[in-house]
């Protein structure tokens, strides 16, 4: 097949992978930069994970600003280790496109596990376009699925639209709240209250948690469930003590038999997919356009828009119509 | 023109735009639920309005929740209209793709405005996919541009990528911090630290509001700037009782005419209509696909890739190819 190729490095991606599917925690690291980086390599990294890829449970890790995210990862970390389950750590930082790289000012905390080579801890940022999320994300998750990972974490750095991505991508959700974290209705206005399959109150022996534990109860009676759905529970936890951890980690493994026993699981995945192809078939569109037309075409369009000579779906229309 | 066609309601799209242009706030309310619905008439509606957008200036604020968006709009509209100008505001929800409408909690403070004329007020939600922010937006605020608004604001709910997507669609972009929000890198998380045309603190009368300010100083004076660059102006505000209202009034008034001078104004505007023919174009070509391939196929790639006979891009340029 392609284990001839070799990258610049003299590494073909074949030996990466098997390396990778070794546990080689370095061969793990390069695959996922050559992802990261959209290297001319990205094809044949993709098409040599894939047909070792699909046994990892994946669990995105959301919240607002200041829940604990962190903190709650790492002692998942910690517990999911303590059950022999090797693990995989994707803090995404979608937000950052103007630095270029995820701040690292709370993963310190993730150095704990620094030295544990059944532990794979990535930071990852997407640079800054709105599809850069969906597009690595996936392959980067596919790196630590076939590198054997039995859970992997997902952790977004911000709130929003990048958490809904992530909830797209993951078999379960978490979704972290904490006490004091301003009235209910600035946690609703996130978009997050809805997402999740888990709820985690973090930080729940300070005041306040049974007021969290309320509204996050009255929002979940108010969706509609038919008979045999999940219902997602509320864990309390003080992550910087792992307290409550377990209890995460087990309903984390409930939900993985529901997924199976349900059929959510491939649906999930199937849909998943698809979102995938469809990006990747549109982003190798949007270049041939630009391969097509170059960039002048789209500013001669754009000028004529600004100048009310032609609306943007008239423009457009020119574009596809050129193709 | 299209002045004979009539929309289901027997109302034509032109006469819509002509009495929005006369400042009639239903058809103005009429045109952007247009927009908002994704109408059938929404190419017309486009092609209505081209002639007669470009005049406002479009104001993005942006900030974490809690911080008071919606206070500060509110206290400038109130200033703006004292100036005599007209004044649109566009509270837009892209992080709610799932309760599939605004939320209203403090809006209500909006009422003060409702019964002015001159200001237009709408909330939008942008139904749950990632273009959906980037596809309605810029129609709805060519709505209020065409019907003479002088200064639009575009109030984003949640913070990260979607506030980043509307200070891409503004001509100056205000970011609002507050004291007491925890520490200075959870707020630089949220990727927002670095879009700000002008950065505002609002409850400045609140302990720890000079800290904040030279965190903002310290970020800013880390930014590589030219001769002639704009140079952010930090501003202290208490939104509540309007102080300070006024010299955020007077340093986008400054910014305005900064972009005008510098050229920069029609640099982004060229680039944002660059964007929105793109997304339409790209958005145009997903329906191509579904009606060329139908779910069917889409399904069968998919199911090909979570079973590892395929991989995304394989799967991807399959159905580019067949195109």
Same mark, same amino acid.
């Given at each position: 097949?392609?284990?001839?190729?070799?990258?610049?490095? #003299?590494?073909?991606?074949?030996?990466? /992978?098997?390396?990778?599917?070794?546990?080689?925690?370095?061969? /793990?690291?390069?695959?996922?930069?050559?992802?990261?980086?959209?290297?001319?390599?990205?094809?044949?990294?993709?098409?040599?994970?894939? +047909? &070792?890829?699909?046994?990892?449970?994946?669990?995105?890790?959301?919240? +607002?600003?200041?829940?604990?995210?962190? @903190?709650?990862?790492?002692?998942?970390?910690? @517990?999911?280790?303590? @059950?022999?389950?090797?693990?995989?750590?994707?803090?995404?930082?979608?937000?950052? +496109?103007? @630095?270029?790289?995820?701040?690292?000012?709370?993963? /310190?905390?993730?150095?704990?596990?620094?030295?544990?080579?059944?532990? &794979? %801890?990535?930071?990852?940022?997407?640079?800054?376009?709105?599809?850069?999320?969906?597009?690595?994300?996936?392959?980067?998750?596919?790196?630590?699925?076939?590198?054997?990972?039995?859970?992997?974490?997902?952790? =977004?750095?911000?709130?929003?639209?990048?958490?809904?991505?992530?909830? #797209?991508?993951?078999?379960?959700?978490?979704?972290?709240?904490?006490?004091?974290?301003?009235?209910?209705?600035?946690?609703?206005?996130?978009?997050?209250?809805?997402?999740?399959? %888990?709820?985690?109150?973090?930080?729940?022996?300070?005041?306040?948690?049974?007021? /969290?534990? *309320?509204?996050?109860?009255?929002?979940?009676?108010?969706?509609?469930?038919?008979?045999?759905?999940?219902? +997602?529970?509320?864990?309390?936890?003080?992550?910087?003590?792992?307290?409550?951890?377990?209890?995460?980690?087990?309903?984390?493994?409930?939900?993985?038999?529901?997924?199976?026993?349900?059929?959510?699981?491939?649906? *999930?995945?199937?849909?998943?997919? *698809?979102?995938?192809?469809?990006?990747?078939?549109?982003?190798?569109?949007?270049?041939?356009?630009?391969?097509?037309?170059?960039?002048?075409?789209?500013?001669?369009?754009?000028?004529?828009?600004? =100048?009310?000579?032609?609306?943007? &779906?008239?423009?457009?229309?020119?574009?596809?119509?050129?193709?």
């Amino acid at each position: 097949m392609t284990r001839s190729k070799k990258s610049r490095q #003299g590494v073909s991606v074949d030996d990466l /992978v098997d390396r990778a599917r070794k546990g080689d925690p370095r061969a /793990v690291a390069r695959l996922i930069s050559l992802v990261e980086d959209a290297s001319p390599l990205l094809r044949e990294v993709s098409a040599g994970l894939a +047909p &070792y890829a699909g046994n990892a449970q994946i669990v995105g890790i959301t919240g +607002p600003p200041g829940v604990g995210k962190s @903190t709650s990862t790492s002692a998942l970390v910690a @517990t999911l280790r303590k @059950t022999g389950q090797r693990v995989g750590v994707l803090a995404v930082d979608p937000s950052s +496109p103007f @630095t270029g790289g995820a701040l690292l000012g709370d993963r /310190v905390r993730m150095q704990d596990h620094a030295t544990d080579p059944e532990v &794979y %801890i990535r930071s990852m940022a997407t640079r800054g376009h709105l599809g850069g999320l969906a597009w690595a994300t996936p392959q980067a998750l596919r790196v630590l699925d076939a590198a054997g990972c039995d859970v992997i974490l997902v952790e =977004t750095v911000g709130v929003g639209q990048s958490e809904i991505a992530i909830a #797209g991508q993951a078999d379960s959700t978490l979704v972290l709240m904490s006490p004091g974290m301003g009235d209910g209705i600035q946690a609703a206005k996130a978009g997050i209250l809805e997402i999740g399959d %888990i709820y985690v109150i973090n930080k729940a022996d300070r005041e306040g948690a049974n007021q /969290v534990r *309320r509204e996050i109860r009255t929002m979940l009676s108010l969706a509609e469930r038919d008979e045999g759905d999940w219902r +997602p529970p509320i864990v309390q936890t003080v992550a910087i003590k792992s307290e409550g951890i377990d209890e995460v980690v087990e309903k984390l493994s409930d939900h993985r038999a529901w997924l199976s026993e349900s059929g959510e699981l491939q649906r *999930r995945r199937v849909r998943r997919a *698809r979102d995938e192809i469809e990006t990747i078939a549109v982003t190798s569109l949007r270049s041939r356009f630009a391969d097509l037309h170059g960039d002048e075409r789209l500013d001669e369009l754009a000028e004529a828009v600004i =100048t009310g000579q032609s609306d943007p &779906y008239a423009a457009a229309d020119q574009l596809v119509a050129s193709m």
